[in-house]
């Protein structure tokens, strides 16, 4: 019912910038949050940067500074703009949203996409 479609993922040069976005679609009552987690090979998904209903945001200390969460509602859509990457930002990115498809749900289910990569080179 619910799909999270990712773009943008690429592969840039340390210091270099790349923005990614995610639209959400299908049958939506509401989004709630909706951000971005990352997973490089050996390791765990780790939480990016998360936006909330309200537009609060909340970001990993070593990303602050340098990437940018924002949505458009309007859209269901939630962007990331990366600046002055770094190698060890080499991940396959995940958009995240928390989406209720009914007013009858008293919670938001987690949906993912499929992930873009995102390569940056020394």
């Known amino acids: 019912q619910v799909q999270l479609v990712e773009s943008g993922g690429g592969l840039v040069q340390a210091g270099g910038s790349l923005s990614l976005s995610c639209a959400a679609s299908?049958?939506?009552?509401?989004?709630?949050?909706m951000g971005w987690y990352r997973q490089a090979p050996g390791k765990q998904r780790e939480l990016v940067a998360i936006i909330g209903s309200g537009d609060s945001t909340n970001y990993r200390d070593s990303v602050k500074g340098r990437f940018t969460i924002s949505r458009d509602n309007a859209k269901n859509t939630v962007y990331l703009q990366m600046n002055s990457l770094k190698p060890e930002d080499t991940a396959v990115y995940y958009c995240y949203a928390a989406i209720k498809t009914s007013r009858s749900q008293t919670y938001s289910t987690a949906y993912w996409g499929q992930g873009t990569q995102v390569t940056v080179s020394s």
């Open positions: 299908g049958t939506i009552f509401s989004i709630n949050a």
